[in-house]
């Protein structure tokens, strides 16, 4: 399972105070905690700022990038924040992310394709978030067709079937787990699959016990990444034990206590 850090994101106050002050300690800390949780890579997001976002974002990356050396995920709205970040990272990158939409797939593809970057991409279009299983593997067909056109490696791809809040959108939890075998079945190298994990738990009172139950869940429907948070230990074990029973790693008594894989 590959994991992505999702706390650097300025949507959580911490964060947004640190981005405000240019607090570079606080930021490489964080970025070393999710990397010592078993963080294969880092979600970046300047979350809503009031300066100019391109600039945030370029602070970010080279931020984190003097603390920690692992793949970065460029997560913004904007392509021109996401061009910023980009340039701006040293190693392998991910852009987060494009949706099934023709104006961001135009967009978007072009900055994957010249970064050598990883593509997430939201089954969701002109029409909003799909409603059912079906509908997701519709829009994701649409997506790895125009990655192949471009002729982006479809290896590539990370399709996020989109998880919904269980306490808003109670029956999308299951449509999303449902997408994924279909996703799988594609194209040759069949593409990635990824899920925000913590959406599901938004508005909750078990924000954990919900976000380690679906992991284990997406991880049994061949979900192989997540954004999470690497930070929450029992949310880290089930995934590694999750992995351990689905036969993705080799099983000894002492797996809890080795690195992070
Ligand atoms: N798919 C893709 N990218 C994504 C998401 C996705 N990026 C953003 C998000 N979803 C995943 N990251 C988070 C990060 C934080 C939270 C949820 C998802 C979160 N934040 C607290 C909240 O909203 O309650 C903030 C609380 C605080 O301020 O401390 O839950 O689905 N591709």
């Known amino acids: 399972m590959f994991v992505i850090g999702e ?4 949507m959580f106050r911490s964060v947004a105070r640190a981005i405000r002050e240019r607090d570079a300690n606080a930021i490489a800390d964080l970025a070393r905690r999710q990397v010592a949780g078993g963080a294969h890579a880092l979600d970046i997001n300047t979350g809503p700022t009031g300066e100019e976002p391109a600039e945030v974002m370029t602070w970010l990356v080279q931020t984190v990038q003097e603390a920690i050396d692992i793949p970065l995920s460029i ?17 392998r990158a991910l852009i987060n992310s494009t949706t099934g939409a023709q104006e961001r797939l135009d967009a978007l593809l072009p900055l994957a394709q010249e970064f050598g970057a990883g593509l ?3 089954t969701i279009d002109e029409r909003g978030i799909p409603r ?5 593997a519709e829009i994701a067909l649409a997506i790895v067709a125009r990655a192949m056109e471009t002729g982006l490696p479809t290896d590539h791809l990370y399709l996020d079937p ?7 959108a109670q029956d999308q939890c299951r449509e999303a787990l449902a997408a994924m075998p ?9 593409p990635h699959i990824i899920i925000g994990l913590s959406n599901v738990s938004q508005g909750t009172a078990n924000r954990s016990l919900i976000n380690r139950t679906y992991l284990a869940m997406a991880q049994a ?9 690497p930070l929450d230990k029992d949310l880290m074990d089930v995934l590694r034990t999750a992995g351990i029973l689905l036969n993705q790693e080799i099983y000894c008594d002492s797996y809890l206590q080795s690195q992070p894989a």
């Not at 706390?7 to 300025?10: D, E, L, M, S, V």
């Not at 059912?132 to 997701?136: L, P, S």
């Not at 429907?221 to 948070?229: E, V």
């Open 75 to 91: 997560d913004s709205p904007k392509p021109a924040v996401v061009a910023a970040g980009l340039r701006a990272c040293r190693g």
């Open 132 to 136: 059912n299983a079906a509908a997701r």
């Open 182 to 190: 279909t996703f799988r079945t594609l194209c040759e190298p069949p």
């Open 221 to 229: 429907c061949g979900c192989d990444a997540a954004i999470l948070d």
């Open 162 to 168: 989109i998880v919904l809040p269980v306490n808003a």
């Open 7 to 10: 706390r650097i994101n300025g």
């Open 120 to 122: 997430i991409a939201l």
